[in-house]
């Protein structure tokens, strides 16, 4: 990938690159004097890239310190933002200084958030190393952790300062983890890219390929989904109206993901979000064309799993915790073709009616 700008408040460049973390000083000495830099990762990606991320940056000349969290989606909570916090205070960061986040989503939006707060706020770099952090979370300046209500109740608008993408740490997911940034990926397609959406229903799937053919297919579904990404979010950069449009499937999917518990993730949560709420819009005539039948074909194509084992009255109560509700209304985005969704509030009374739709075989 061409390394893109963001062109935000603060710009920055995404950097797409197959062996990106061996130079990742290099660079970020192109955009940084010498600093204190805190990598924060988790057990799983501080084994897998943590040394070679650190040596990287200190043969550039940055003094390193690491913090290791446990993996997974309970660790992204204000206990974690306050371990953080005690961290950089102990270790005297000052404002010249900068956070690290290697590892995935939860590791993106934990090091964001803190460093939002940090001294009323410090730079942070985001390397993502899922695919889904790739495609998603690590662009777009969106920080967050959960709170026992919801997710991403408590959160931020801070743009990291460099995003750094090394498609090689793809070789270390699992086949789900994949399918969790595709389902980001074939959203994107869905709300405003129908040549990505076509790309992906064309593209042969017979189980997880690897090396090469890996990488370039994640190429290009990153190039598709953080140009899509980019666009709405240089034109609304805090989330005021059409960026809404990236929740598509997001808000019954965070509360099947807050049901289970977090045992379904949030790739997997996003998809079965996407078919119920793009069935009840065909239900409802809100569609012009059949946006169903090509959206569960892609999904069963990856073999994703479509089943939805709560009920409609839990996923409304807790989707009406969302963070997108708005007094007696909630916004749900709506496909009407196929590249092209548009957001409708809803009434909260009406929600609950909505899902039920929605999980009609």
């Known amino acids: 990938?061409?390394?893109?700008?963001?062109?935000?408040?603060?710009?920055?460049?995404?950097?797409?690159?197959?062996g990106a973390l061996s130079n990742l000083g290099i660079l970020c000495a192109g955009i940084l004097k010498p600093c204190k830099i805190?990598?924060?990762?988790?057990d799983n990606v501080d084994i897998l890239y943590a040394d070679t991320v650190t040596a990287s940056l200190e043969e550039a000349g940055f003094s390193v310190h690491k913090i290791v969290f446990a993996p997974g989606e309970h660790t992204?909570?204000?206990?974690?933002?306050?371990?953080?916090?005690?961290?950089?205070?102990?270790?005297?960061?000052?404002?010249?200084?900068?956070?690290?986040?290697?590892?995935?989503?939860v590791i993106g939006d934990l090091s964001g958030f803190t460093a939002s707060v940090y001294l009323r706020g410090i730079r942070y770099i985001q390397v993502p190393t899922t695919f889904l952090a790739a495609v998603d979370s690590s662009v777009g300046g969106?920080?967050?952790?959960?709170?026992?209500?919801?997710?991403?109740?408590?959160?931020?608008?801070?743009q990291p300062t460099l995003v750094v993408f090394d498609p090689m740490t793809m070789?270390?997911?699992?086949?789900?983890?994949?399918?969790?940034?595709?389902?980001e990926t074939i959203k994107c397609g869905m709300i405003a890219d129908k040549s990505l959406f076509d790309f992906l229903e064309a593209a042969p799937w017979h189980g997880l390929?690897?090396?090469?053919?890996?990488?370039?297919?994640?190429?290009?579904?990153?190039?598709?989904?953080?140009g899509v990404k980019q666009k709405l979010v240089e034109e609304d950069e805090k989330d005021l109206d059409q960026r809404q449009l990236l929740?598509?499937?997001?808000?019954?999917g965070h509360a099947i993901e807050l049901s289970s518990r977090y045992t379904v993730s949030h790739g997997h949560a996003v998809a079965k979000g996407m078919v119920v709420v793009t069935r009840a819009a065909m239900v409802k005539g809100w569609c012009k064309e059949d946006c169903l039948t090509p959206l569960l074909s892609v999904l069963n194509k990856f073999g994703f799993p479509l089943d939805v084992l709560y009920p409609a009255q839990t996923l409304a109560e807790i989707a009406l915790r969302d963070k997108?509700?708005?007094?007696?209304?909630?916004?749900?985005?709506?496909?009407?073709?196929?590249?092209?969704?548009?957001?409708k509030p809803i009434d909260v009374d009406d929600l609950k009616e909505f899902i039920e739709t929605g999980l009609q075989p």
């Open 324 to 343: 997108k509700r708005k007094g007696k209304t909630i916004n749900l985005v709506i496909p009407v073709l196929q590249g092209q969704c548009v957001l």
């Open 247 to 252: 929740n598509f499937g997001h808000t019954i």
């Open 142 to 158: 969106k920080t967050g952790v959960n709170l026992s209500s919801g997710k991403n109740l408590a959160g931020t608008f801070w």
């Open 209 to 226: 390929p690897t090396g090469q053919p890996l990488y370039d297919f994640v190429q290009r579904c990153a190039v598709g989904a953080i």
């Open 76 to 105: 992204k909570s204000l206990v974690s933002v306050g371990v953080l916090l005690d961290f950089l205070a102990e270790k005297e960061f000052t404002r010249a200084d900068m956070v690290l986040a290697l590892g995935g989503g």
């Open 1 to 18: 990938m061409i390394p893109l700008t963001i062109h935000t408040h603060h710009p920055y460049t995404v950097i797409s690159e197959t």
């Open 171 to 183: 070789d270390s997911l699992p086949e789900p983890m994949i399918l969790d940034g595709l389902a």
């Open 38 to 42: 805190c990598v924060v990762t988790d």
